[in-house]
């Protein structure tokens, strides 16, 4: 990985942030002159007392998993504030892009597993080494799983305590894959958050007022008016 990336620190607007995110398709096209070179930004962001060190590596091939999201922060920021108790809870995050979510729930004490798109899985890795505290990790590392919802979910345990999710509903083709996977997931007694900008051209708010709430109870727990960035908490239905 080090071979082929250069670690330069630059911005790009048209990368990161609205423009970016508000591609057409939320996905960077395949083009091998897309880019003069493929490079990594790294920041670093502070939660709980916790300090990570987040690298986003811009490439084609990693499209909408590259960078830190707005609702991300949002979802990280909400833990903090709510001083929600992580320590010792089997959390599983979907869609992990960068890791920054989970890898502050592992900072925390949680028994964590990472899961993306097997093009993520490096990112992932290379953020969780990043991150491992000078003592240790207070419970266990974090795990790094390639996970395609509605393919591969029946591999992955049931047994979650958390599942979480930051700006990971933005297709609608991949709606019914996610509830799908979210099932399977919270079968014995997961609560999900999920954090999202609420894109109606992606029909972001159908899948929360609609989709979720077919097999979930769905409550919204923080809104953002400004970044127009919504945080719900949901459980299976017929669940406590």
Sequence with gaps: ??????????????????????????????DDGLFADTFSDDSVYKFIGQELKIS???????????????????LCRYFEENSLNLKGKRIIEL????????????????????TDLPLAVPQLQSNVSANM?????PSVAPSVLPLSW????????????????A???YLSETYPLLLDTLVHLCKD???????????E???????????????????LEHRDPTQNINIYSATLRGKQ
């Excluded at 609205?18 to 996905?27: L, P, S, T, V």
């Excluded at 992955?156 to 979480?164: E, I, K, Q, S």
Aim: charged fraction near 20%; proline fraction near 6%; include cysteine.
């Design 95 to 114: 869609g992990a892009g960068t890791g920054i979510v989970g890898i502050l729930a592992a900072r925390l004490g949680a028994d964590v597993t990472l």
């Design 189 to 199: 007694r997961a609560v999900v958050y999920l954090s999202s900008k609420m894109r």
């Design 201 to 219: 051209e992606h029909g972001t708010p159908g899948f929360y007022g609609d989709t979720l709430p077919q097999r979930f109870h769905v409550k």
């Design 167 to 169: 700006d990971i509903v």
């Design 133 to 137: 505290p000078s003592s240790g990790w």
């Design 150 to 165: 509605g393919q591969d979910q029946h591999i992955f345990p049931m047994d979650w305590d958390l599942v979480l999710g």
């Design 1 to 30: 990985m080090k071979d082929v990336l250069k670690r330069r620190s630059v911005f790009c607007p048209h990368l990161r942030g609205k423009q970016y995110g508000e591609e057409e398709g939320f996905m960077l096209p395949v």
């Design 56 to 74: 986003q590596v811009f490439s084609a091939n990693l499209g909408v998993a590259a960078p830190v999201w707005d609702a991300a922060l949002h």
